[in-house]
């Protein structure tokens, strides 16, 4: 089983809707639990992190914790062409003294105009 | 100088060359990283620094080593490379301690070997 998983995509959504991005992973000790967007040729850019059960906004983002179902997900609202990128999810893998994310592979998010 | 640098942005090498990859931040941060991207993959982590110390490796060909000289500088020296290990090289930082904020990445490298 993969540590961190999500659905590679393609998802595509029109201009104005909700992107709805998810990602499930393993370990259930997992603290911290992260939403970088990685446009393509570029270097991924943290744009949310949760580590409590629940809802987080910002902006138009929104981060959703479920850690009884080890599930963390990422709302897009009024989506917008420039949010077309790879959204990985990454989770803290509880490596001792360091921190040591481990990534999803990413999904890959399509916005029509 | 803002963030992390990485140089070069992009590196062409043969196999039998040996080159390095440069990373520098400028967060003070306590802890630096390397991880490679290859298409369809995750992130791999390959290398993790904590003060200065090596505290992980993971499992990484040792035509990979890494040096880490200071808290702000890691270097990726790499020598008799093979086709396969071609991909993006991505240096990233955080501080240690608050671990909950994540990493800052750098541009990366985007290697080649022919």
């Known amino acids: 089983q993969k540590e961190v998983e999500q659905n590679s995509g393609p998802l595509s959504v029109p201009e104005g809707a909700i992107a709805s991005l998810n990602c499930t992973y393993s370990d259930r000790g997992s603290q911290s639990f992260f939403w970088y967007r990685q446009y393509s040729g570029k270097s991924p850019e943290l744009i949310m992190f949760?580590?409590?059960?629940g809802d987080k906004e910002d902006g138009r983002f929104t981060a959703q914790l479920n850690k009884a179902s080890q599930y963390v997900s990422l709302l897009i609202r009024d989506s917008q062409p420039s949010d077309s990128a790879t959204y990985l999810c990454?989770?803290?893998?509880?490596?001792?003294?360091?921190?040591?994310?481990?990534f999803g592979t990413g999904t890959l998010l399509a916005v029509q105009p | 100088e803002t963030g992390v640098t990485q140089t070069p942005r992009h590196l062409v090498m043969g196999m039998t060359n040996k080159k390095s990859l440069k990373c520098e931040q400028h967060?003070?941060?306590?802890?630096m990283y390397w991880y490679k991207q290859s298409a369809k993959k995750p992130l791999e982590l390959m290398f993790v620094?904590?003060?200065?110390?090596?505290?992980e490796n993971n499992s990484v060909p040792s035509r990979f080593s890494p040096e880490c000289p200071n808290s702000s500088h890691l270097f990726l020296h790499l020598h008799t490379l093979q086709p396969e290990d071609s991909a993006l090289y991505l240096c990233?930082?955080?501080?240690?301690?608050?671990?909950?904020?994540?990493?800052?990445f750098g541009s990366g490298t985007r290697l080649t070997v022919v």
């Open positions: 949760i580590y409590s059960n």
């Open positions: 990454a989770v803290n893998g509880n490596g001792g003294a360091t921190n040591k994310l481990i």
């Open positions: 620094y904590s003060l200065e110390e090596r505290v």
């Open positions: 990233a930082s955080s501080q240690e301690i608050q671990g909950a904020y994540g990493y800052t």
């Open positions: 967060l003070g941060h306590n802890a």
